[in-house]
Nanobody, 124 residues
């Protein structure tokens, strides 16, 4: 079974930056699509950014211009560069992946593989 492991979360002040990483491991699975979701306290899971095998990238409107998603040189590795962070960016961030062509607007139920999450806290 493939596994996703996130790292890089933490606490920053508004206007600060963080870089999240995700590494896929375990039984080899080819991930056509990878992305990031987040979940704020009391809210549902929200798609943040996605990238597929054709390098098609999508962002939610709330992070466009501030966040950058990219793939690493290692297979099934993923990054999320987050700049100009705001308090409303606070939440648990999850790395997601799937063998199908999906995007940030596909909804959380569509994605098969999920990491355990990494906490991001932005204070004002």
């Amino acid at each position: 079974q493939a596994q996703l492991v996130e790292s890089g979360g933490g606490s920053v002040q508004a206007g600060g930056s963080l870089r999240l990483s995700c590494e896929g491991s375990g039984y080899f699975v080819y991930f056509y699509s990878m992305g990031w979701f987040r979940e704020a306290p009391g809210k549902g899971r929200e798609g943040v950014a996605s990238i597929d095998a054709q390098s098609t990238i999508m962002y939610s409107d709330s992070v466009k211009g501030r966040f950058t998603i990219s793939k690493g040189s290692a297979k099934n590795s993923l990054y999320l560069e987050m700049n100009n962070l705001k308090p409303e960016d606070t939440g648990m961030y999850y790395c997601v992946a799937d063998t199908a062509k999906l995007s940030v607007v596909s909804g959380p139920a569509k994605w098969t593989y999920w990491g355990q999450g990494t906490q991001v806290t932005v204070s004002s």
